[in-house]
């Protein structure tokens, strides 16, 4: 899937810089960094909520998400995955600890 928005951004910001424009000018590419921000953002809750569903520990531990990714993406998408999901693991922590008790900290 992130494929797919890394290839539809790589389009939009070629088409911009032919037109000499900034692809933050665009509708398009903030309207797809939007979309990828967010499908960043239901992945991480979603995994985070199965693992907890499964398995019911007590303590959670969340790794940074660098190690995650492969040398196929490109930066940009890169960079919407680390911080969005890093963002994410965050927000989730107080989340987490108030729904199941479950104590949680981040490497």
């Known amino acids: 899937m992130a494929g797919s928005f890394t290839a539809r951004s790589d389009r939009i910001q ?14 398009r590419y903030l309207r797809l960094q939007h979309r ?23 303590r959670l531990v969340l790794e940074d998400l660098r190690g995650f990714f492969s040398k196929g993406y490109k930066e940009g998408a890169y960079k919407v995955w680390a911080w969005r999901g890093k963002e994410e693991v ?15 900290s981040c490497l």
Request: glycine share 10%; net charge positive; charged share 40%.
């Open 14 to 27: 070629r088409e911009m810089q032919r037109r000499g424009k900034k692809p933050t000018e665009s509708r």
């Open 36 to 58: 990828l921000s967010e499908y960043v953002k239901n992945e991480v809750r979603r995994v985070i909520n199965r693992v907890i569903e499964l398995y019911r520990p007590q």
């Open 90 to 104: 965050r927000g989730s922590k107080r989340g987490i600890w108030h729904r199941g008790g479950v104590c949680c």
